[in-house]
């Protein structure tokens, strides 16, 4: 018995634990595509049958000269084998890559989350508006101060639309 200890992966949390996006997340649900179909035909070879018996077939089949035929290719049959060592290699570099990506996600992720907790201290530490003066505005946004000149030069005192969203209610 191999000294191989089976490790059962959660494939439902690998991306979501490492944050992977794009075509790391792409590459690594075909490999475990890839990963479910080998599994599945193993597990379908290893539920058949594993010894045939031709002697059966002898007692049915009226040309027995086949079932020899038959009956001495499968005692002579040798499976081959093959040097996995090239699939191990690629998969490797597969994990260099995604690991590498990772760490450009996660270091993306880090700056994006830097800028949102200051976004969001900026926020919480805000001035309420009614606290906040026309010329802290007009420093904040010197467009809204270029505007408001426009209008004036044009001669208009309300900007486009202000009476249809707030009209006059006062009676006179």
Do not use: C
């Not at 018996?53 to 499976?79: A, G, M, W």
């Not at 200051?118 to 809204?144: C, F, M, N, Q, S």
């Amino acid at each position: 018995m191999s000294n191989i200890q089976k490790v059962k992966l959660d494939w439902s949390k690998v991306g979501s634990q490492l944050g992977l996006r794009g075509q790391t997340a792409a590459a690594l649900q075909s490999f475990k595509k890839r990963n479910d179909d080998a599994r599945r035909r193993v597990q379908q070879l290893s539920e058949a049958p594993q010894s045939i018996d031709f002697q059966h077939y002898r007692s049915v089949l009226k040309n027995t000269q086949v079932i020899d035929e038959i009956e001495q290719y499968y005692k002579t049959f040798q499976p081959k084998t093959y040097d996995v060592s090239k699939q191990i290699k690629a998969i490797e570099s597969f994990e260099q890559v995604a690991l590498k990506n990772a760490e450009e996600t996660k270091s993306k992720v880090q700056v994006e989350l830097k800028s949102l907790e200051k976004a969001l201290g900026d926020i919480e530490g805000a001035r309420a508006w009614e606290d906040t003066t026309i010329d802290e505005v007009v420093e904040a946004a010197p467009e809204i101060d270029k505007y408001t000149e426009e209008l004036v030069k044009k001669g208009r005192w309300m900007p486009p639309g202000y009476q249809e969203k707030f009209p006059n209610l006062s009676v006179l």
